[in-house]
């Protein structure tokens, strides 16, 4: 019996003294693999854009961004009156033939109260960073605290409106 318990000690020091050499940082690790060769990028002329493609307009002067601040969407006559806490939580989000999610709180955050996109690729709506009121309408900003968007209460879970941009866009559950 003596002789079993010499054994699982030895073994267990064995162990031991193998796992300290593994942390020790000794040879047992791979090297480092040698950087990637690359090839030259190419150069040339880029095919003219397809004003029928998806994304056409971006060069049309009416679908540059416009200033919301000083021109900004009007009211229609049957916009509801709206609180901050209507607001709060997930929404999805529609503009342009995109279709995302937004998020809303009550974090105090530059120009209102954080927001944020998830699944979104344009530029517009994907920046969203920030929402606030304006009596009835929700204002949507961008992380530089530029208005991307401006909507008004529509129905119960429901916001229409506009974006910097000239879409339409709306918020809805």
Do not use: H
């Not at 940082?25 to 030259?40: D, F, K, S, W």
């Not at 006559?77 to 806490?85: H, Q, W």
């Amino acid at each position: 019996m003596m002789r079993a318990g010499k054994f699982v000690l030895i073994v267990g020091l064995v162990v031991l003294a193998a796992g300290c050499q593994r942390l020790s940082g000794g040879r047992n690790y791979a090297e480092p693999l040698p950087a990637t060769p690359t090839t030259p990028v190419g150069s040339g002329q880029l095919a003219p854009l397809d004003p029928n493609a998806q994304g056409a307009g971006l060069n049309d002067p009416s679908a540059q961004p416009t200033d919301l601040a000083s021109n900004p969407v009007a009211a229609p006559a049957d916009a509801k009156e709206i609180g901050r806490t209507d607001l709060l939580g997930g929404w999805k989000i529609s503009s342009a033939g995109e279709n995302c999610m937004a998020f809303m709180t009550l974090t105090t955050w530059s120009g209102g109260y954080r927001a944020n996109t998830r699944g979104c690729s344009s530029p517009v709506l994907s920046g969203i960073s920030a929402w606030d009121l304006s009596g009835n309408q929700v204002v949507l900003k961008d992380g530089a605290g530029l208005i991307v968007a401006q909507l008004y209460s529509s129905a119960s879970g429901q916001f229409n409106g506009q974006t910097s941009t000239g879409s339409p866009i709306s918020l809805y559950r």
